[in-house]
């Protein structure tokens, strides 16, 4: 069993960044593919960015690419998303998800395990 807390949302100004957290309990983190997806009112969740299990791998959805930086730290069982250069159409709730070790579609949250309870990012134009 994996738990999963996100952090780091919050309001800001188009333009602006934050940088997500991603703590995970167990010890087996680093056996995880982990991905990060986001929900806007009256809209589907979908994929943001996910990483391997080692980190050499990251996927972004074209929407992010460019402003958007996954990362995690075996060694501190977190994730992180870095998010720079937002936009109001940003502003969803944002969740990290733990999946398989080896994963062969990252944008399929059906293929996940664990998912966190989500943060908040609102995005003011």
């Known amino acids: 069993q994996v738990q999963l807390v996100e952090s780091g949302g919050g309001l800001v100004q188009a333009g602006g960044s934050l940088r997500l957290s991603c703590a995970a309990s167990g010890r087996t983190f680093s056996s995880y593919t982990m991905g990060w997806f986001r929900q806007a009112p009256g809209k589907e969740r979908e994929f943001v960015a996910g990483i391997s299990w080692g980190g050499r791998r990251t996927v972004y959805a074209d929407s992010v690419k460019g402003r958007f930086t996954v990362s995690r730290d075996n060694a501190k069982n977190t994730a992180y998303l870095q998010m720079n250069s937002l936009k109001p159409e940003d502003t969803a709730a944002y969740y990290c998800?733990?999946?398989?070790?080896?994963?062969?579609?990252?944008?399929?949250?059906?293929?996940?395990?664990?998912w966190g309870q989500g943060t908040q990012v609102t995005v003011s134009s």
């Open positions: 998800a733990a999946g398989p070790r080896v994963l062969s579609a990252y944008d399929e949250g059906g293929l996940y395990y664990y």
